[in-house]
């Protein structure tokens, strides 16, 4: 074998060492958050939807740093919604698919224990509300399907095979900007409208 080929055998190698590939499974714990309306002090937008549960899927790709830090980029799909405390007042149920492209870099502060931060990009896909027995295509109406997000979470490692994460996600773009009236129809304030989520996750990586 020549030098020349002897030194790519080498680089490969130790390429394959700091790299990292996944597959992981997560349920999303979602809501839709509204913005405080800043003219409208008495009037609370906390309590407009309840959060409920979706499912997620993923791949991930990761590159050692050191022995302690990695990052990573975590493309996937991921079922976002909320509900109301009564389906049939307003818009009564929200449901999303987003495709989710996290890059996180990972901190190991103990032995198989990470803390992970980064931001993540959200397209969305799908978008539909129900209320009541009709159900109505929210796709359109969404003033921003690019999306952008914190995310922060920490994890477990279970072996070289399984880690176990607990992240949370918080939208800072978006989806829509909604405008209060009173019953007079005087405005009282604009609220905006984003995701926000916890995601326990399952990653099966080699």
């Known amino acids: 074998m020549s030098l020349s080929l002897m030194l790519l055998h080498t680089s490969l190698c130790y390429s394959q060492k700091k790299m990292e590939y996944g597959i992981s499974f997560s349920l999303n714990y979602s809501d839709l958050h509204f ?23 993923g791949v991930r790709a990761g590159y050692k740093l050191s022995e302690d830090m990695k990052l990573s980029i975590n493309p996937g799909i991921n079922w976002l919604g909320a509900k109301s405390e009564s389906e049939t007042e307003g818009l009564g149920k929200s449901e999303g698919v987003y ?12 032995k198989n224990i990470s803390f ?18 009709q159900t109505f295509d929210g796709t359109a109406s969404a003033e921003n399907r690019s999306l952008f997000a914190a995310q922060t979470g920490i994890s ?6 399984v880690e176990l994460g607990l992240s949370y996600n918080h939208g800072l773009t978006p989806l829509s900007n909604f405008v209060f009236t009173d019953l007079n129809g005087n405005r009282i304030g604009e609220s905006a409208m984003t995701n926000r989520y916890y995601q326990f996750k399952v990653t099966l990586r080699q």
Do not use: C, K, Q, R
Request: glycine residues 8%; charged residues 10%.
């Open 35 to 57: 913005t405080p309306l800043e003219n409208a002090p008495g009037v609370s937008t906390e309590d407009f939807y309840m959060p409920v549960f979706n499912p997620g899927v």
């Open 99 to 110: 495709i989710n492209i996290p890059l996180l870099i990972h901190y190991e502060f103990a």
């Open 116 to 133: 992970n931060a980064g931001m993540s990009y959200d397209y969305l896909l799908n978008l539909s509300w129900t209320s009541g027995d």
């Open 156 to 161: 477990y490692a279970i072996g070289n095979m």
